[in-house]
Nanobody
Framework: QVPLVESGGGLVQPGGSLRLSCAAS??????MGWYRQAPGKERELVAD???????NYAPSVAGRFTISRDNAKNTVYLQMNSLKPEDTAVYYC????????????????WGQGTLVTVSS
């Protein structure tokens, strides 16, 4: 069974919106989030959220993207508004447990990636 299953990517015009979803097949992860990788660039954190609802955003998406999670469904969402061509990338779902009291990640999992293309 695939640990993380993503959906929601596609082609959208500049200024448009998309919503990505990522469902975890099992476990409740301490942190779930989204990374992206554009052609020729390194993978970067877009946003993440912990089980308590605390969020973290990259400056380039703050105010335009909103991350949320449904712990009962083991699912994380990324609502992307006011999309720009520079948001074009493969978006990867990420999830991990954290060793209590430390920043150490364990049981980290990645989704297969979903392509978001912002173009007119």
């Amino acid at each position: 069974q695939v640990p993380l299953v993503e959906s929601g990517g596609g082609l959208v015009q500049p200024g448009g919106s998309l919503r990505l979803s990522c469902a975890a097949s099992r476990n409740i992860y301490d942190v779930m989030g989204w990374y992206r990788q554009a052609p020729g660039k390194e993978r970067e954190l877009v946003a993440d959220i912990n089980t308590g609802g605390n969020t973290n955003y990259a400056p380039s998406v703050a105010g335009r993207f909103t991350i949320s999670r449904d712990n009962a469904k083991n699912t994380v969402y990324l609502q992307m508004n006011s999309l720009k061509p520079e948001d074009t990338a493969v978006y990867y779902c990420n999830a991990y447990q954290r060793v209590p009291g430390t920043p150490i990640k364990t049981y980290e999992r990645w989704g297969q990636g979903t392509l978001v293309t912002v173009s007119s």
